[in-house]
């Protein structure tokens, strides 16, 4: 029987090799004599155990018990071995976990880059259907469809969405004090994160975010230069100069608190120096953690990034990731927030079925009440899935996750990112294919590259501190 090794990526480091076997979404540190079997068997046409250890010449069976191990872990197969790719799905209907409430379609700034007013909302579509924002009663309701959804799970979370989201604070109070009376009833415990362009906080906003410990993502792009460029209000004054004394404040109260409080930095091209950015909003302005999120669903707008852009992005990337990689070294916490999610998913063995959760274990809620795959779809016309009265159409939902599985999706099969990415982003999909389930084959490569750079980040601390990601380590409770 011929045998050959399955799809692998190796990470070099100082003291040896690791591997990451996409099959098992598992990371192993290889000796030696381990690599030398692997660099053996890696041809596509196989090699016969009994020749390879007829070979060997020495240590029959010491070489022996190290390719049935990697057989074993599943780095090496028989050459005719064919896994029918499944696509099931969990026992459905899989209950909710996370509820997100697009509270206000409404916005008191003018970003450019907004995907509210994207492609795939076009001017007029779907005009005077729904409220620009949403009322106490449907928020109520909201609260009672995901308390009733969330069978048997302990958590439940609840993230409010704009628009801008504090424009309606009336909304955001009313399903908060509804949520924390159901989870006291119910025995659950509750979460509430928001999404703020921070225009509007104020001393009594900070306070309310504070005592219900609110995870606070808050979109600002940098210093006041890269900020204003697109971030301005509707009559084209930048908005850096009103924010950040109001950021000031709420980390200030907030520091030991409540949970972190990130910056949410949209990139667009010429790209800034990321480092600089990042020192910035984490040392001058004072933020928890930073993540970054390129433009990439608007491919004809001049601030869309483009070709070489991702090879700078890349670059940068790595820059901070040696920061991140040196902090924690030391033991330090570090916030390249998008870093650090990786980390967290690969130390996990996250295998992704699905790009995210959305559809699955996460819906959106629209002004009026209709649900979405999730927060981008709900003004879009695109993939409603039901609505808070009637609950979620079970069969549309069955429908778009057997599609959206990424043993669907061909040109998934062979690639060693595909347990973090499955195919990528479907709101992206729609926008650029006009198909939510289609994988994003424009940045495939990009995608490859920001995995592996991921990859031989974990490494290198596995490699020097593997205590480090002890933080990582699901808690039971």
């Not at 909201?142 to 989201?165: H, M, W």
């Not at 309310?208 to 209000?233: K, M, P, Y």
Request: charged share 25%; aromatic share 8%; glycine share 8%.
């Amino acid at each position: 029987m011929k045998l050959r090794t399955r799809s692998h990526r190796r990470m070099p480091t100082r003291d040896g090799v690791f591997v990451y076997l996409p099959d098992s979404a598992s990371i192993m540190r290889l000796d030696a004599e381990a690599v030398t079997v692997l660099d053996r068997f890696e041809c596509r046409e196989g090699l016969e155990a009994a020749e390879y250890l007829a070979e060997t010449g020495r240590g029959r069976d010491a070489a022996a018990e190290v390719l049935e191990e990697l057989c074993d872990v599943g780095a090496i197969r028989p050459v005719e071995e064919v896994r029918p790719p499944s696509s099931s799905l969990p026992p459905m209907p899989f209950p909710l976990a996370t509820l997100v409430l697009n509270v206000s379609s409404r916005c008191n700034l003018s970003c450019t880059y907004c995907y509210e007013y994207g492609e795939d909302k076009l001017p007029g579509q779907g005009e005077g259907k729904r409220p620009a924002s949403m009322s106490p009663e449907t928020a109520l309701r909201s609260i009672d469809f995901l308390f009733e959804s969330a069978r048997g799970r302990r958590d439940v979370s609840v993230t409010f969405f704009g628009g801008e989201t504090l424009l309606n604070r009336e909304a955001i109070e009313a399903a908060v004090d509804h949520a924390e009376g159901l989870a006291r009833a119910t025995e659950k415990r509750v979460h509430f994160a928001l999404t703020t362009n921070a225009t509007l906080l104020d001393d009594d906003i900070i306070a309310f975010l504070i005592d219900h410990r609110f995870g606070v993502n808050i979109s600002i792009d940098g210093d006041r230069a890269s900020h204003d460029r697109h971030r301005s209000f509707k009559s084209g004054r930048g908005s850096y100069d009103t924010v950040v004394p109001k950021i000031r404040r709420l980390l200030a109260a907030a520091r030991g608190r409540t949970r972190p409080i990130g910056a949410r930095v949209t990139l667009t091209r010429p790209l800034p120096n990321l480092r600089d950015l990042y020192a910035h909003l984490t040392h001058d302005i004072g933020f928890d953690e930073v993540g970054f999120a390129p433009v990439t669903s608007a491919p004809n707008r001049d601030h869309a990034l483009l070709g070489d852009d991702y090879d700078d992005l890349l670059a940068q990337y790595s820059a901070l990731a040696d920061d991140y990689v040196a902090a924690a070294l030391e033991g330090h916490r570090h916030g390249f927030s998008n870093l650090g999610d990786l980390l967290r998913e690969l130390h996990e063995g996250v295998n992704k079925a699905h790009p995210c959760g959305a559809g699955l274990g996460l819906v959106g809620v629209a002004t009026d009440g209709e649900l979405g795959l999730c927060h981008r779809f709900v003004e879009s016309e695109a993939h409603p899935i039901g609505d808070i009265e009637n609950g979620i159409d079970e069969d549309r939902r069955r429908e778009f996750l057997e599609k959206g599985h990424v043993n669907r999706k061909i040109e998934c099969a062979t690639c060693f990112a595909r347990p973090v990415c499955a195919g990528g982003c479907y709101h992206e999909a729609e926008v650029r294919y006009g198909d939510a389930s289609h994988p994003n084959l424009h940045y495939c490569d990009w995608i490859r590259a920001w995995t592996d750079l991921g990859l031989r980040a974990y490494a290198r601390i596995t490699d020097a501190n593997p205590s480090f990601f002890q933080r990582f380590e699901r808690t039971s409770s």
